[in-house]
């Protein structure tokens, strides 16, 4: 029988993995909307382009590079810059990081426990899970997760866990 109880604390470093695999995932919408901007924009110059509005084509490529130029700089800096700056100083803000956390499951619910108080959340209610590298992650909703450390719970643990989410109809995200 697989163990089912775990106990951590969460290190900053795990904190960031955990931080940055979210937001990488969830940049990926983000991503497309910005392409189809892109896309919209680009044939936006185009037609002006062919309407004279814009003089030669040259103009419009160079239009073209910068904005595309733009948008790679953008994303490259905050997925580089911005998301570890941030998740780091969020981490040294929270006041229960060096509190150990008990996490515990079986067939119905997953469990906290913590000096601060404790959760009960049954299986079905979790809305998807994500696995990387570093931790499993369990979403209540899209934009809130809870970050469990892998090398804490031990790898036929986290298949057991991820089953059980899988059964109860949690689905699995791409982290």
């Given at each position: 029988m697989?163990?089912?109880?775990?106990?951590?604390?969460?290190?900053?470093?795990?904190?960031?993995?955990?931080?940055t695999a979210h937001y990488r995932a969830a940049m990926s919408n983000r991503t497309r909307w910005l392409i189809i901007f892109l896309i919209f924009t680009a044939v936006l110059l185009l037609q002006l382009w062919r309407e004279n509005s814009l003089g030669d084509g040259f103009l419009l490529f160079i239009c073209l590079v910068?904005?595309?130029g733009l948008a790679s700089m953008t994303i490259w800096l905050?997925?580089?810059?911005?998301?570890?700056?941030?998740?780091?100083?969020?981490?040294?803000?929270?006041?229960?990081?060096?509190?150990?956390?008990e996490v515990s499951w079986d067939e119905q619910a997953i469990h906290f426990h913590s000096s601060r108080g404790e959760s009960h959340t049954p299986l079905g209610d979790w809305h998807a899970w994500?696995?990387?590298?570093?931790?499993?992650?369990?979403?209540?909703?899209?934009?809130?997760?809870?970050?469990?450390?892998?090398?804490?719970?031990?790898?036929?643990?986290l298949n057991d866990l991820t089953a059980l989410l899988a059964a109860a109809g949690a689905k699995e995200k791409r982290a």
């Amino acid at each position: 029988m697989t163990e089912r109880t775990a106990r951590f604390k969460l290190s900053e470093q795990e904190f960031l993995a955990a931080a940055t695999a979210h937001y990488r995932a969830a940049m990926s919408n983000r991503t497309r909307w910005l392409i189809i901007f892109l896309i919209f924009t680009a044939v936006l110059l185009l037609q002006l382009w062919r309407e004279n509005s814009l003089g030669d084509g040259f103009l419009l490529f160079i239009c073209l590079v910068l904005i595309a130029g733009l948008a790679s700089m953008t994303i490259w800096l905050v997925d580089r810059w911005l998301i570890p700056w941030r998740m780091r100083r969020l981490y040294r803000q929270t006041k229960r990081r060096d509190e150990e956390v008990e996490v515990s499951w079986d067939e119905q619910a997953i469990h906290f426990h913590s000096s601060r108080g404790e959760s009960h959340t049954p299986l079905g209610d979790w809305h998807a899970w994500a696995r990387t590298d570093d931790s499993l992650l369990l979403y209540e909703n899209d934009a809130l997760y809870y970050a469990v450390p892998a090398k804490a719970v031990g790898e036929d643990a986290l298949n057991d866990l991820t089953a059980l989410l899988a059964a109860a109809g949690a689905k699995e995200k791409r982290a």
